[in-house]
């Protein structure tokens, strides 16, 4: 209830496992068969749970891509958030003139650009140039708000791409991941600041 263990997991799992036998333990002394069976059938569901876990997390694998994109967007998930994160999007190759984000508009899908470049603009003057490793579209991802700018594919590039309505869905049941998205989204907006600010200047 601290947010100290996560439900899904070896500790949770084992402490669960460890609470039934010990209660399991003490009915040698005063056995009762209904408080038994409870005892049994939390070890049961708890065994299963560790090696559910285990078979997943051991047959999890990141491409290059994937492994670029969690270091620079979610460092910190456990190998199985990272993996259903990852599931949410698709990569592709986008091509010079791609309009990812346009200014006064909703926005329909949050991007990672892996590598190739983009513009910035606002008004149709250009405020920031982004190139390989940055987001788009983080701050109306977290806010639901318009988008501020119009970001332009300047080469053509490598992108990850998800829905936000799908990723929001996504974070809504899972507040481990939107804690590490955020804390993320909001490094990554701080240096495009610094980067507008300097260009403006």
């Known amino acids: 209830q601290a947010w100290k263990i996560k439900g899904q997991g070896y500790v949770?799992?084992?402490l669960n496992?460890?609470?039934a036998c010990c209660v399991l333990?003490?009915?040698t002394k005063n056995f009762n068969l209904s408080s038994a069976i409870i005892q049994v059938t939390y070890i049961s569901i708890s065994v299963f749970g560790i090696v559910r876990f285990y078979l997943l997390t051991n047959r999890i694998r990141f491409t290059d891509e994937e492994r670029v994109f969690l270091e620079v967007v979610a460092p910190n998930l456990a190998k199985l958030q990272a993996r259903q994160l990852l599931d949410l999007g698709t990569w592709k190759t986008a091509q010079l003139g791609t309009l990812l984000t346009e200014e006064g508009k909703s926005l329909a899908q949050l991007s990672f650009l892996l590598d190739g470049a983009a513009d910035?603009?606002?008004a149709?003057?250009?405020v920031a140039k982004l190139g390989p490793k940055s987001l788009i579209g983080e701050m109306s991802c977290l806010t639901g708000m318009q988008t501020s700018a119009t970001v332009?594919?300047?080469e053509p590039s490598r992108l990850f791409t998800v829905e936000v309505k799908k990723l929001n869905d996504f974070l809504a049941r899972n507040l481990p991941v939107r804690h590490e998205l955020?804390?993320?989204f909001a490094y990554q907006m701080g240096e495009k600041l610094i980067r507008a600010n300097t260009?403006?200047?």
């Open 199 to 201: 260009a403006l200047s």
């Open 182 to 184: 955020e804390s993320r």
């Open 152 to 154: 332009t594919l300047t």
């Open 124 to 126: 149709d003057g250009t």
């Open 25 to 27: 333990l003490s009915l």
């Open 12 to 14: 949770y799992a084992g």
């Open 120 to 122: 910035v603009t606002v």
């Open 17 to 19: 496992t460890a609470a």
